[in-house]
Structures are given as C-alpha cells and as structure tokens.
C-alpha cells in the first residue's frame, strides 16, 4: 500500500507531472475565482445592510435568532427602510433637512473630502445618464504610446473661444478604473473605438487579457 503511494508522489514531483499538475490548478482557480468572489461579495453586501439591523430586532426577539436568519431579516428590513427614506427624501421638508445636512457636512474639513468623493461616486454609478459617452484611442502618457479613455463632455465653448474644439477625456488606470487622469484634448486627436463602454471597461480592469474581437478596435471619423 505505502509502496504505491510513494511511486504516486514520486510521478508527481517530476518535472513535467509538477507543471501538468500546476496548469490544472490554475485552469480550476480561474473557473472557480468569479463564483467564489461573487459569492464573497453577496455575502458582505447582506452583512453590511443586514447585520445593523438584524442584531437590533435580535434584541426585541430575545436572541431566538440564529445568525442567519437574522442577517436575512435584518437585510430585509434594511431594504425596506432604505425604501421608504427613498420615498420621503422626495417631499420638500426631508429635502430641506438633507441640505441642511449637507451644508454641514461640507463645512467640516476631512469629512468634506469623503463626503463629497462618495457622492460624486454613488451619482456617478446610479445615475440614469451616461457619464461615459464613448471609449476612445488617445495618445497618452507620450506620443508612440497609445491608451484607452472615455469621453465625458464633447464641448467646451466657454472655455474654448476662438480656439480648435476641446473634448473631455477620463483615462482609468488599471486594474482600479475608479482612479485616473482628466484629461483635455483636441477632438481631431481622439479616435472613438467601435465598443461599448462595459467591453471598454472589461479591457482596462483586466489589463488586455478581456478583449473585444480585433475587427471591433476600428476608430470612428469622430466622437458620438
């Protein structure tokens, strides 16, 4: 028995049996990373909003709740109450009191900064406009050396006068695509890419692994 086990182990720190073994590893860990983290993500979502308030009703329950119900329920009601804020922040007075807020918030030094950089960001994601209008090509950070980028605004009169027409450009950094550079350029050096702004989005985050089709990266005459 024990002579069959190490013949088994001795196969397996071969050379060849050691990478055989170490491609089949990665092939799994990249078939099951995306449901693991997807899983993880739910996970902390229903925690996050469930947790607060699922301990809170736990208290008037006595503790008759197992942990999972009462993330469930807690969730629930979170969901519930958020809804319901959503339906009154509507009306004129939760309006003024939320500005109120707001102006106080913003008076505050630090939590000016946080405050007004999660905003911007939850507006941005939940808007129903398009904050990207287009991916594009741009040559960027030097000339020769080429990056994707998003327009964000096509004109600039104002800010332009009497000189060639501007367009407003967001380039992402990778593999984080929540940070980056603004940018300012000439409309005539923007080439617009034939892509949608998720598969634009899919290369930046996944460094060029994720990538439309080739015949798809044909530049436009001009941003949409």
């Given at each position: 028995?024990?002579?069959?086990?190490?013949?088994?182990?001795?196969?397996?720190?071969?050379?060849d049996?050691?990478?055989?073994?170490?491609?089949?590893?990665?092939?799994?860990?990249?078939?099951?990373?995306?449901?693991?983290?997807?899983?993880?993500?739910?996970?902390?979502?229903?925690?996050?909003?469930?947790?607060?308030?699922?301990?809170?009703?736990?208290?008037?329950?006595?503790?008759?709740?197992?942990?999972?119900?009462?993330?469930?329920?807690?969730f629930?009601?979170?969901?519930?109450?958020?809804?319901?804020?959503?339906?009154?922040?509507?009306?004129?007075?939760?309006?003024?009191?939320?500005?109120?807020?707001?102006?106080?918030?913003?008076?505050?030094?630090?939590?000016?900064?946080?405050?007004?950089?999660?905003?911007t960001?939850?507006?941005?994601v939940?808007?129903?406009?398009?904050?990207?209008?287009?991916?594009?090509?741009?040559?960027?950070?030097?000339?020769?050396?080429?990056?994707?980028?998003?327009?964000?605004?096509?004109?600039?009169?104002?800010?332009?006068?009497?000189?060639?027409?501007?367009?407003?450009?967001?380039?992402?950094?990778?593999?984080?695509?929540?940070?980056?550079?603004?940018?300012?350029m000439?409309?005539?050096?923007?080439?617009?890419?034939?892509?949608?702004?998720?598969?634009?989005?899919?290369?930046?985050?996944?460094?060029?692994?994720?990538?439309?089709?080739d015949?798809?990266?044909?530049?436009q005459?001009?941003p949409?």
């Amino acid at each position: 028995m024990f002579g069959k086990f190490f013949k088994v182990i001795n196969k397996l720190l071969k050379k060849d049996k050691v990478a055989y073994t170490r491609n089949n590893f990665f092939t799994g860990l990249v078939v099951i990373l995306p449901s693991i983290i997807t899983i993880w993500i739910i996970i902390f979502i229903f925690r996050l909003f469930g947790s607060p308030s699922g301990r809170f009703i736990n208290l008037f329950l006595r503790g008759k709740l197992n942990e999972f119900s009462e993330v469930i329920l807690g969730f629930l009601v979170a969901i519930a109450l958020i809804t319901t804020i959503g339906y009154f922040a509507k009306m004129a007075f939760i309006k003024s009191a939320a500005r109120y807020f707001e102006k106080y918030f913003t008076s505050l030094p630090f939590v000016n900064m946080v405050y007004t950089t999660t905003k911007t960001i939850i507006q941005s994601v939940t808007t129903d406009n398009k904050s990207f209008r287009s991916v594009v090509l741009i040559e960027f950070p030097r000339k020769g050396i080429y990056s994707l980028g998003f327009i964000t605004k096509e004109s600039f009169p104002d800010l332009t006068k009497g000189r060639q027409e501007f367009v407003s450009l967001f380039v992402p950094t990778t593999p984080n695509p929540t940070s980056g550079f603004f940018l300012m350029m000439p409309k005539k050096d923007v080439q617009v890419l034939s892509i949608s702004i998720e598969e634009g989005l899919k290369l930046i985050v996944s460094a060029g692994v994720i990538s439309p089709n080739d015949d798809v990266l044909q530049p436009q005459t001009e941003p949409q």
